[in-house]
């Protein structure tokens, strides 16, 4: 079965950096593209950065520049290099494949606070 698994969450101070990892499993990782989302308590699940099995990237305008997204098909491992980080960041990060119906890991808390 499909398995996802996020991983690097922490807290840290504004203008600081975070790396979350998600490691796949039980598909085949190159075939499809991946997207990594965020919720903040209340709010509704909102999409963050994609890789394309490609390797093509997009992102939600408030992290351009900011954030990168990227993947290792040889490691079925996807990962969002977030820089610069603001309070407004802080959320859950959850990331996320379209197979047989959209998939989703557990999640990692980021919190970014001074």
């Known amino acids: 079965q499909v398995q996802l698994v996020e991983s690097g969450g922490g807290s840290v101070q504004p203008g600081g950096s975070l790396r979350l990892s998600c490691a796949a499993s039980g598909f085949t990782f190159s075939s499809y593209g991946l997207s990594w989302y965020r919720q903040v308590p209340g709010k509704e699940r909102d999409l963050v950065a994609s890789i394309t099995s490609g390797g093509s990237t997009t992102y939600v305008d408030s992290v351009k520049g900011r954030f990168t997204i990227s993947r290792d098909n040889a490691k079925t491992t996807a990962w969002l290099q977030m820089n610069s980080l603001k309070p407004e960041d802080t959320a859950v990060y959850y990331c996320?494949?379209?197979?047989?119906?959209?998939?989703w890991g557990p999640g990692t808390q980021v919190t970014v606070s001074s």
């Open positions: 996320s494949v379209r197979v047989l119906g959209r998939k």
